[in-house]
């Protein structure tokens, strides 16, 4: 039997892991029993503990759950030293809940790995080495892919229940007040670790910058925080922003952006007051650019941009021609900093920004969403997840989240060398084809055909030529060819989640 | 058998509502399970409702917990409005938990309680009808006093499981983004509904300032929010600040503010880095006047100052002599609209206020309390709930809860018209004597004999008489001779819970 995206998943494997298929994107309104963490209280006078090495012995057991966040990037400095001691200590049978793993925590998750020290893995996606070994099938259970909104909704529902939290900040004091605008090693907003730090048993800060009491804004509060410690460095400044700060000058991804441009400006949504989500990387700034110069031509102003927040996104706020950022993360040092000097960049945890077992999340509100792509099929299904090879090198991130908006954009390059991105069925369905509205190629773009109010506002925009989804995978095939189908074992190794805590696709071991 | 205070508490009531007698002022380190909400899914678009009329009709029902906050205080225009469409639509046996109720709120809680539609009440305090009515056994049940900060871990805890909670703010947004900042009402921090917001099962918002969405600074968040109702007003603020906004001109209670400020400023907390909580009402601001000036003459600069906040402290703010002023409630408009411009006025919840049963509460870090009395006995034991006649006209308040400062101080007049301060025996025990470390009175002062080391700090004090609490008591009663014994009858009315929630002593009903 196979789901609402075509997808074929094991009955063994809904049954063994308590899954239902994946039905719909209509969350509708049910009525959600929450948890709650287990507190052990204390007065301090003070949390500072000597070293990480005493505070994983004081906290971590075998079997339990732990967490991280990704805020500090390819930065990062805590991850690895936290889980060196873990697995120095010998301890066995752990879930790894991070909010994602970056490709700087590859190589020692893969060790964990290999000595059982890690058995189970949440992620919002993996990539280099580890995607690769977790493909091979060296993780002893499957992964649980799971969105940023859903990793809220499965902390909040007790699907993720976590023992211990260590999060990394760049300022704390002595009694666990902490934000993430302040200090060295600053990232922004702390949006993905407010989530652990509601809902975790235990809770560990670890800073390089120990500040006076009582420290503030706080972002994490004392009332969550159980230990604190002091290290040398947390982060590398360098390192923590994506580096991608310009604007590509690559003309196939310009063409892209001034055809996404024209796909929103010439949509209903282009209005006052409208919203919109563009994300990070050289082609998305190219995308604020294009729509900074056409909100300033029309005098169209938006009342929020949301997501993860870039430079050129706080530049549109500071010029009046955005009312609020509703920040979740912060892709760049120029987002991060100004967040301390601008009561209108909102910090908003991952439950506010994208959780749909709540009262009203942020991309429930929103207008446009651009999102990328690795493959596109003839059903709209978007894979962000697994390579042309099979090999597991992606991340949901917000992306099933953030299609949520009235207008879903998909900004891809038709092919990427000789492999197509519109394909006839896709490796992994990460976001169903129902929550995608337009894609965006630099040889056409497609609407969905349940959209046929956009194909209405979109037929006739000069230089924005319509191609119905089946003629760009046929552009993409007569370029590149049919690949050779990709060879899988019956092994399921990762389970990617849709947001609302189903099962939407399987991913299997790579046969060699 | 007695308690640790020396009350008799019945085994009935202890049996039939769970308690068990106080102990100790120290909480030690358990480990709780929190509670959580159940939580109705939505995405909007819109959570705004017509009328009071109709979110009650779609919220309540016989027998639920509703919960109001008194932030508005006494210019209150929500709670009447909502008491009255629910004692009108017949509700019967319902729980008020409000964290307090004001006296603008007591003539229609009579009327509720004669028609049954509130049986049963928990409040920080009560006065003027309503604690006539209750003194004199108009509720069916007893009625259970809580500090705010017990009241933060009854709600933690599940002791109070709020249903449906009715929270005025002076702006909101369509999806019930709000704060306590900005608008006509505005009130400054948000503090005490931070708890029902983050607890309550359904959330409905009452404001008559519909904002743009998305509204921030958001102190109450869309997640947590079921219902937003438009009124056209929702406070009178020239009665929402408590007016005292003047310094005392009363010789007596100069002459007692000056004395403990003298007590302040001779002991050894008096130093860099030191943290105060000073409390509203004229004599307070008195104290805060004389302890600026007692900080600029020592260049003494404090870390913070804690609670119930007054534009005087404010001010110290701005002078650069308090690097952090944390805000769970705001008494005068000065403080209040100060909040959205300052950084260092962080608004804090009551749980990071003052709740014991978390990783700290900031009560926890406090140097000095200053902290006034009804009633002050022999053993120390503060009485802030009953009058002299027996009647209730109090509330704990944050008593308890700063009264875990380094250096309590209870300021008080030895006599009050014909009725003394200090008693051999306090009519009901609020605050344990073992808490309190010195008492003021124009008179002298008294110091807790366990206090060795302040006795040494402020025996030599020029003008800074120190007595034994007998001898204050022997003067206050040689002033006004010993009262006639106050009678009442066996029937218990009201429970009054230490801060870790057990029962320290019981209210019953007087006998006319």
């Keep these: 039997m196979k789901n609402n995206v075509n997808r074929e998943i094991p009955d063994k494997i809904l049954n063994e892991y308590h899954y239902e298929d994946f039905q719909s994107t209509d969350f509708l309104n049910p009525v959600i029993q929450r948890v709650a963490p287990k507190v052990t209280a204390q007065a301090g006078p003070s949390k500072v503990v000597d070293s990480i090495k005493q ?3 004081d906290t971590v057991k075998d079997g339990m759950t732990i967490s991280f966040h990704h805020h500090f990037r390819e930065g990062d400095d805590v991850f690895n030293r936290v889980m060196r001691e873990i697995i120095d200590a010998g301890y066995q049978n752990l879930t790894l809940a991070p909010s994602s793993l970056t490709n700087v925590m590859n190589d020692i998750v ?23 070994a977790v493909s091979h099938g060296a993780l002893k259970n ?13 902390i909040e529902a007790g699907d993720i229940k976590i023992d211990v939290a260590f999060l990394g900040v760049p300022n704390a004091d002595e009694m666990g007040n902490a934000n993430g605008m302040n200090g060295a090693a600053a990232f922004g907003s702390l949006g993905y670790a407010l989530m652990d730090a509601q809902y975790a048993n235990q809770l560990v800060l670890i800073t390089d910058d120990l500040r006076p009491y009582p420290n503030t804004p706080a972002s994490i509060k004392q009332t969550q925080v159980d230990y604190v410690v002091k290290v040398d460095k947390v982060g590398d400044p360098d390192k923590i922003g994506s580096g991608a700060t310009r604007f590509t000058k690559d003309p196939k991804e310009l063409k892209i952006a001034k055809m996404v441009n024209d796909v929103i400006t010439h949509s209903a949504y282009f209005k006052d007051g409208f919203s919109f989500q563009t994300g990070s990387g050289g082609a998305a700034l ?10 300033i031509d029309n005098q169209v102003k938006a009342s929020f941009a949301l997501g993860g927040i870039t430079k050129p996104t706080v530049d549109l706020l500071n010029e009046g021609l955005v009312d609020k ?14 967040m301390k000097s601008s009561p209108n960049q909102q910090e908003i ?13 942020m991309v429930d509100k929103l207008d446009v969403a651009i999102l990328s792509a690795l493959e596109i099929d003839t059903d709209f299904n978007v894979n962000v997840m697994s390579g042309s090879d099979g090999v597991i090198r992606g991340a949901i991130g917000g992306h099933q989240d953030a299609a949520m908006a009235n207008l879903t954009i998909i900004s891809a390059p038709l092919v990427r060398g000789r492999i197509a991105t519109i394909v006839p069925k ?11 509205d337009v894609v965006v190629t630099e040889l056409g773009i497609a609407i969905n055909p349940k959209r046929q109010d956009l194909i209405g506002q979109l037929d006739k925009v000069p230089g924005l030529p319509v191609l119905t989804i089946d003629e760009l995978q046929q552009k993409a095939e007569k370029l590149v060819g049919t690949p050779k189908p990709l060879e899988f074992t019956d092994r399921v190794v990762a389970l990617a989640e ?15």
Tied chains: 1, 2.
């Design 55 to 57: 505070v994983v012995h």
């Design 426 to 436: 896709v490796t992994t369905v990460i976001t169903p084809g129902d929550s995608i």
């Design 110 to 132: 893969v060790e964990a790995i290999q000595k059982k020290t890690v058995t189970n893995i949440t992620s919002s996606g993996m990539r280099g080495s580890l995607g690769d």
């Design 286 to 295: 190219a995308v604020t650019r294009f729509l900074r110069q056409a909100m």
């Design 349 to 361: 945890d991952a439950s506010w920004y994208a959780d749909p077992a709540n009262k009203g999340a």
């Design 142 to 154: 499957p992964v649980i892919f799971r969105s940023h909104g859903n990793r809220a909704r499965a």
């Design 498 to 512: 849709y947001r609302d805590g189903t099962l939407i696709d399987v991913i299997k071991e790579v046969k060699d």
């Design 325 to 338: 950022v509703m920040d979740v993360q912060d892709f760049d040092k120029g987002a991060a900093s100004s």
